[in-house]
């Protein structure tokens, strides 16, 4: 995470504010795992001071993919509350559908700009909700209609 990141820590936790990229091509999710977790999660991160939602989900596809995508538009809102080790946190997430082109391809097991620790991997839309992945209202999504904007406020332990 950069120094700019829009990431605030006191005595009671933490909170971070960030995008989610969805980039769905042939049925499946691209996704996100490190070696440090065991979870998979959307492509993403922290938005910076200074920059709009928008621009960090552009910026967080192109540095993990090494690809410049559109936004499709903005389909979900979450306040994610939840507990990592001993700490609390609190985050804001928006999540962007993104248009894929072309020539857009990623392999999977790609490593990100995290090398070696983050790499990337495609998860078929019907497994989403037999994975471990974060945050946990993605197993719930109905991803044949993706149309709208959902929602969702979430209390994790």
Not at 27 to 41: E, H
Not at 76 to 84: A, D, H
């Amino acid at each position: 995470m950069r120094e700019t990141g829009l990431y605030l820590k006191n005595r009671e936790g933490s909170f971070t504010y960030r995008v989610g990229a969805f980039i769905i091509q042939d049925g499946k999710l691209l996704t996100a795992k490190s070696i440090y977790y065991p979870c998979f999660y959307t492509v993403g991160g922290v938005v910076e001071m200074n920059e709009t939602s928008q621009e960090a989900v552009v910026r967080e596809v192109f540095e993990e993919t090494g690809f410049k995508l559109e936004i499709d538009r903005l389909f979900c809102v979450q306040e994610r509350i939840f507990t990592l080790g001993e700490q609390r946190h609190h985050e804001i997430n928006l999540f962007y559908l993104m248009k894929t082109t072309e020539d857009f391809h990623v392999s999977d097991q790609t490593y990100t700009d995290q090398a070696p620790e983050e790499t990337l991997h495609w998860i078929p839309l019907k497994d989403i909700p037999n994975i471990d992945i974060v945050p946990e209202s993605l197993k719930s999504f109905h991803y044949d209609d993706l149309s709208g904007i959902t929602h969702i406020i979430s209390r994790e332990s």
